[in-house]
C-alpha cells in the first residue's frame, strides 16, 4: 500500500464508521484486515489503540471478536 494512495484513500472514508473504513482499504488494495491495522497502528496514524478500537466495531458488526485467521467479509455495495 504505497503511503501517499493509502493517505488519499483513508482521509476519503473521513465520517464512516472504523469497521466501513477498514473494510473499504482492505479491498481496495487487496490485503487483509490486519495489514491495513498495521499501518493504522504506524504513529502517524492512529496507533497501537487501532486494535481494540477495531474488535469493538468487529463485535459490534459481527457479534464476536476477530480471531488472528478469521477475515470480515466484504461489504455489500453503496455502504
Known amino acids: 500500500m ?3 494512495t493509502f493517505r488519499g484513500e483513508w482521509d476519503d472514508t473521513y465520517g464512516m464508521s472504523l469497521w466501513k473504513r477498514v473494510l473499504k482499504a482492505k479491498h481496495m488494495f487487496r490485503v ?3 495489514t491495513v ?3 493504522l497502528a504506524e504513529p502517524s496514524y492512529i496507533g497501537n489503540d487501532i486494535w481494540p478500537m ?3 466495531e468487529s463485535k459490534k458488526h459481527t457479534g464476536r471478536t476477530l480471531l488472528q ?3 470480515p467479509p466484504r461489504l455489500a455495495e453503496g455502504l
Do not use: G, M, N, V
Request: proline letters at 7%; charged letters at 40%; glycine letters at 0%.
Open 32 to 34: 487483509s484486515y490486519r
Open 54 to 56: 477495531f474488535q469493538t
Open 37 to 39: 491495522l498495521y499501518r
Open 69 to 71: 485467521k478469521d477475515e
Open 2 to 4: 504505497p503511503e501517499q
